[in-house]
Nanobody, 114 residues
């Protein structure tokens, strides 16, 4: 079983930056593809970035060139650096691991507003 604890969210002005972090417990972290999702009010959860065990990453068009996903296998953490934030980035952000039917964490709220 893998559990996720997300942190780093907050209120930021448009154009600002935030760095989210996720601590994942459980075995096999270094072998798993890790991902960040987000869910805005009234909308479905959206996959925005994933990072493979070799470090390669794929991004949704909505965040490409603004967000960067990274991982530290020694610490079992996955981060999301978010730059040039927009009001439409406002959502609860979750991390997750592919390859299992795990429970979602609590997420961390990101609000982009002036």
């Amino acid at each position: 079983q893998v559990q996720f604890v997300e942190s780093g969210g907050g209120l930021v002005q448009p154009g600002g930056s935030l760095r989210l972090s996720c601590a994942a417990s459980g075995s096999g972290f270094s072998l798993r593809t890790m991902a960040w999702f987000r869910q805005a009010p009234g909308q479905q959860r959206e996959l925005i970035a994933r990072i493979f065990n070799n470090g390669g990453a794929i991004y949704a068009d909505s965040v490409k060139d603004r967000f960067t996903i990274s991982r530290d296998n020694a610490k079992s953490t996955v981060d999301l650096q978010m730059n040039a934030l927009k009001p439409e980035d406002t959502a609860v952000y979750y991390c997750y691991a592919f390859g299992g039917n795990f429970s979602w964490g609590q997420g961390t709220q990101v609000t982009v507003s002036s």
